[in-house]
């Protein structure tokens, strides 16, 4: 199944943004992460204009960035308009070097170290999204030393689960990530964020998921946070200016998969926060999200050579691709579906079915269990695997010392590389001898 600007060529290839996907190999080698930024651009233009159409309210768009995360991207986001979920130094550092307006960025995260913390104040981001009673405190003691204010929301756990089709509310969670609403952590957070003197707590986090293909998931977790912050005016004197429902929005890997649309999410998540507002009394706070997925997922696309393959008469056929779970990790780790296309035979009929195998030691290296390709696919052909732009480059190792492939963005027949395939010498580049070992008593 084609996405965004993939399209089968005259010549029976693969072409994505206007650009021959035989040709990127040759030029860029495989192999090769591509994004299709036109796609990536329509999805932030989408997200946008669901917003859009509501008048009064006041929202932000943040980019996940831990889907995808490089200088380019980030800029590209920048462009656009977005505001930027960061939830790492690194990823901190990435937006910053990439000139990425320092009011936009978020902070997430359950363990900032001190040094990310003083990295987020330097840079005097837009909001810390504070996790635990440990984060509050040692802010709080950074942000005294400094004599500086840093604006945060915290994070709390609805009790909401919700994994593609189905959600279920937990009610007590069982979570890493922020504080308890039930057993009145979130409560005690809030009051001891009011009572700071310079943190100023400007509203409520919750993520509830990922591949989130019910709505219904997201009211229920607004309701639940109501239900308790509806009551901290009176209580605590603090009143939501922003509301953070996370990320999560499904996206379509495969035929298997149906998305809703953008609207369809972002409708029932408004509509249930202006009811919510109004049941309590409250102002409608400013509703934030954080998409990554649906930004980048559909846009990638990974361009492998196919290499060695063999038959086991009966039980089936394996075909061998020149990267594998160093590059994906998403199969072995979540057993994750992908859907795939000899991309130099995309023309032909997909009349054979193989497993599609990586390159790594490890029986586990399987990128597709049951890929159609056409029967004359043979060893130096290109297979496409679709879908592959979220948590694939950010989640990609070095496992057997594989270097970390190219990324290429392609628009309107152009292509144009931001990420530079790491050679072997990258791959040692902070080794050190044996001899340099020096820490004696
Ligand atoms: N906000 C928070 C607080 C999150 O924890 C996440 C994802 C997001 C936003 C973005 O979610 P998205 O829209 O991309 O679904 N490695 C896994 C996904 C882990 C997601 C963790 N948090 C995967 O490959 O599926």
């Not at 409708?267 to 249930?272: F, L, R, S, T």
């Amino acid at each position: 199944m084609l996405h965004g600007t993939q399209t089968i060529g005259d010549n029976g290839n693969l072409w994505i943004g206007g650009v021959d996907t035989a040709k990127l190999a040759q030029v860029f080698g495989t192999p090769l992460y591509i994004y299709d930024t036109a796609l990536i651009k329509e999805k932030i233009r989408t997200f946008k204009d669901a917003f859009a159409a509501y008048a009064h309210l006041d929202w932000q768009v943040a980019y996940a960035s831990k889907a995808f995360s490089t200088v380019a991207m980030v800029q590209l986001v920048r462009d656009f308009g977005l505001s930027l979920d960061v939830v790492s130094g690194g990823e901190l550092y990435t937006a910053l070097k990439a000139g990425f307006p320092r009011e936009k960025i978020h902070f997430n995260g359950n363990n900032k170290s001190d040094e990310e913390l003083a990295l987020a104040l330097d840079a005097e981001i837009g909001a810390v999204i504070v996790d635990n009673f440990h984060e509050l405190n040692t802010l709080e003691r950074m942000c005294s030393a400094r004599s500086q204010e840093m604006d945060i929301l915290l994070r709390v756990t609805p009790g909401v689960e919700a994994h593609t089709h189905e959600f279920i509310m937990t009610g007590q969670d069982d979570t890493k990530f922020g504080f308890n609403l039930d057993n009145g952590s979130a409560e005690e957070a809030v009051r001891l964020a009011v009572q700071s003197p310079h943190l100023v707590p400007k509203g409520i986090h919750c993520h509830i998921g990922s591949q989130i293909f019910e709505p219904e998931a997201f009211v229920q977790a607004i309701r639940t946070v109501y239900r308790y912050a509806g009551e901290w005016k009176e209580r605590v004197g603090f009143v939501m200016d922003v509301l953070n429902v996370g990320g999560g929005f499904g996206i379509r890997y495969t035929a298997a998969d149906h998305p809703l649309s953008v609207k369809q999410y972002i409708d029932p998540i408004v509509a249930a926060t202006k009811s919510a507002s109004r049941d309590h009394g409250l102002p409608v706070p400013a509703i934030w999200i954080e998409p990554g997925r649906s930004i980048v997922g559909e846009a990638g696309t990974t361009l492998y050579t196919l290499g060695s393959s063999k038959e086991i008469p009966g039980v089936r056929k394996y075909i061998s691709v020149d990267g594998g779970m160093a590059d994906n990790i998403r199969p072995a780790l979540y057993q994750a579906d992908y859907e795939s296309v000899v991309a130099n035979r995309a023309s032909e009929p997909a009349d054979e079915t193989v497993t599609v195998a990586g390159k790594c030691c490890e029986t586990g290296d399987v990128l597709i269990k049951n890929a159609k390709v056409p029967k004359t696919s043979t060893s130096g052909d290109l297979l496409a695997v679709f879908c592959t732009g979220a948590y694939g480059y950010s989640m990609a190792s070095h496992y057997n010392r594989l270097p970390n492939p190219a990324v290429v963005f392609v628009e309107e027949g152009e292509a144009t590389l931001v990420v530079r395939r790491e050679s072997y010498a990258d791959l040692i580049r902070n080794d050190l001898p044996l001899k340099t070992l020096s820490c004696h008593e």
